[in-house]
Nanobody, 125 residues
């Protein structure tokens, strides 16, 4: 069973930056793709970014491409989401998750588990 703990959220003005971190334990972290999702009030949880087990491949939702960067440190069992040029529409609870299958990366939230408690990101206009 994997445990994920997100941190780094907060309140920021539009155009600002935040850096989210996710600490993982309980599974061989380096064998699995990781992803960030977000959920705004009244909306479905949506894909934000994913990174392959090695960190060599990344994928971003169109809405964040060019503004967000996902990275991982397999030695420290952490994955990070650097968010720049934040917009009010980025406001949501952000979750990290680990893919269920070794070596596979996808955008499908049902392919991931280990959901943490999330971290709130609020961007004011």
């Amino acid at each position: 069973q994997v445990q994920l703990v997100e941190s780094g959220g907060g309140l920021v003005q539009a155009g600002g930056s935040l850096r989210l971190s996710c600490a993982a334990s309980g599974r061989t972290f380096s064998s699995y793709a990781m992803a960030w999702f977000r959920q705004a009030p009244g909306k479905e949880r949506e894909f934000v970014a994913a990174i392959s087990w090695s960190g060599s491949t990344t994928d971003y939702a169109d809405s964040v491409k060019g503004r967000f960067t996902i990275s991982r440190d397999n030695a420290k069992n952490t994955v990070t989401l650097q968010m720049n040029s934040l917009k009010p529409e980025d406001t949501a609870v952000y979750y990290c998750a680990v893919h269920r299958l070794i070596g596979i990366m996808s955008r499908n939230k049902y392919s991931y588990d280990g959901w943490g408690q999330g971290t709130q990101v609020t961007v004011s206009s």
